[in-house]
Nanobody
Framework: QVQLVESGGGSVQAGGSLRLSCAAS?????????MGWFRQAPGKEREGVAS??????????FYTDSVKGRFTISRGDAENTVYLQMNSLKPEDSAMYYC??????????????????WGQGIQVTVSS
């Protein structure tokens, strides 16, 4: 069973930055599997934000259009930690953010159903 724990959320003014961290542990975690970040705002569906997987020595990342150029997903040196650096934050980025793991390569459509393990989520609030 894989456990995922998010940290680093909070409140920030528009234009500010936050860095979210996700620490993975437990039996079954594989460092080359897909790790992703999702978010869900009240009354809205959960949406994929960014994902990352490793193929050999290559790392591939994927972003939803609304965060391209502002958010960066990366793995830590220990490779059991994934970060989401969020810059130029906007009020519409406010949501509960979730870390998730999918077996193998990242799905191309950010489908939550393809992710087997989830963290409990962490709140990000951006004020105007």
């Amino acid at each position: 069973q894989v456990q995922l724990v998010e940290s680093g959320g909070g409140s920030v003014q528009a234009g500010g930055s936050l860095r979210l961290s996700c620490a993975a542990s437990g039996y079954g975690y594989r460092k080359y599997d897909c790790m992703g970040w999702f978010r869900q705002a009240p009354g809205k569906e959960r949406e994929g934000v960014a994902s990352i997987h490793t193929i050999g020595l290559d790392i591939e990342t994927f972003y939803t259009d609304s965060v391209k150029g502002r958010f960066t997903i990366s793995r830590g040196d220990a490779e059991n930690t994934v970060y989401l650096q969020m810059n130029s934050l906007k009020p519409e980025d406010s949501a509960m953010y979730y870390c998730a793991e999918a077996r193998g390569l990242c799905p191309t459509n950010f489908s939550p159903a393809d992710f087997a393990y989830w963290g409990q989520g962490i709140q990000v609030t951006v004020s105007s």
